[in-house]
C-alpha cells in the first residue's frame, strides 16, 4: 500500500503565498508523475500542474507565472508553492502521484486526502 500525506494549506490574504507539500510513503519503487489537482465548491476537480519523475512540468493557464510544481525524488514529494493567490484559487487541493510499487512492480494512481487552501481578506 501506498499513502499521499498532504500539508500546507490554510487561510492566506489575496496576494500571499502558501507553500503545500505531498509525501509517498509505503511498498514504493519509484513514483513517477506527480501532480497537484483542485477543486473548488460547485465545479469539477481540475488539474493544476504536474511534474514528471525527470522534472517536465506543466501548468493550467490560470496558474501560469504564479505557481511553481517541484519534487525531490529522494524523498518521494511533491511541492506547489503558490504565490500572488487570488479568491479564485480558493479550493481543496488534491495530490495525485502514479507510483511503480512492489506488487511485482506494477504502477498504480493514488490521492492524497486533500488539503483547503481559503484566499480571502
Known amino acids: 500500500q501506498v499513502q499521499l500525506v498532504e500539508s500546507g494549506g490554510g487561510l492566506v490574504q489575496p496576494g500571499g503565498s502558501l507553500r503545500l507539500s505531498c509525501a509517498a510513503s509505503g511498498s514504493i519503487l519509484r513514483t513517477d508523475d506527480m501532480d497537484w489537482y483542485r477543486q473548488a465548491p460547485g465545479k469539477q476537480r481540475e488539474l493544476v500542474a504536474g511534474i514528471t519523475r525527470g522534472g517536465f512540468t506543466y501548468y493550467t493557464d490560470s496558474v501560469k507565472g504564479r505557481f511553481t510544481i517541484s519534487r525531490d525524488n529522494a524523498k518521494n514529494t511533491v511541492y506547489l508553492q503558490m504565490n500572488s493567490l487570488k479568491p479564485e484559487d480558493t479550493a481543496v487541493y488534491y495530490c495525485?502521484?502514479?507510483?511503480?510499487?512492489?506488487?511485482?512492480?506494477?504502477?498504480?494512481?493514488?490521492w492524497g486526502q486533500g488539503t483547503q487552501v481559503t484566499v480571502s481578506s
Open positions: 495525485n502521484a502514479f507510483v511503480s510499487t512492489t506488487d511485482w512492480g506494477r504502477t498504480y494512481a493514488y
